[in-house]
């Protein structure tokens, strides 16, 4: 049974930094798609970055490029996502989403994609 577990969001000032996580278990760490989305009160989900695990291609939306990195550690079967010179724009409740066997590239920000959710984990940037 796959099972996605977030962790690391926290309240932090503009400019600030954090690294969220998400630890996986229940398949088999090969050619999937890992992603992050966001999603802020009264706002829609959206998708800030993805992560393909057999070869780490990388897609981020514009808002985070610079800003943002998506990374795996393979032994350990996580990813994360450092976030750094957040804004208050930033804030939300950040998703880990995953699906197995498949491919990330044109699928940033595309939810119906990824069947594998975590419970969230909240950021707020706060000025």
């Known amino acids: 049974q796959v099972h996605l577990v977030d962790s690391g969001g926290d309240s932090v000032q503009v400019g600030g930094s954090l690294i969220l996580s998400c630890r996986t278990s229940g398949f088999a760490w090969g050619l999937n798609c890992m992603a992050w989305f966001r999603q802020a009160p009264g706002n829609r989900r959206e998708g800030v970055a993805t992560?393909?695990?057999?070869?780490?291609?990388?897609e981020y939306a514009d808002s985070v490029k610079g800003r943002f990195t998506i990374s795996q550690d393979v032994a350990k079967k996580m990813v994360f996502l450092q976030m750094d010179d957040l804004r208050p724009e930033d804030s939300g409740m950040y998703f880990c989403a995953a699906v197995t066997g498949g491919y990330c590239h044109g699928k940033l920000g595309v939810v119906s994609y990824f069947p594998y959710w975590g419970q969230g984990t909240q950021v707020t940037v706060s000025s």
């Open positions: 992560i393909f695990t057999g070869g780490s291609g990388t």
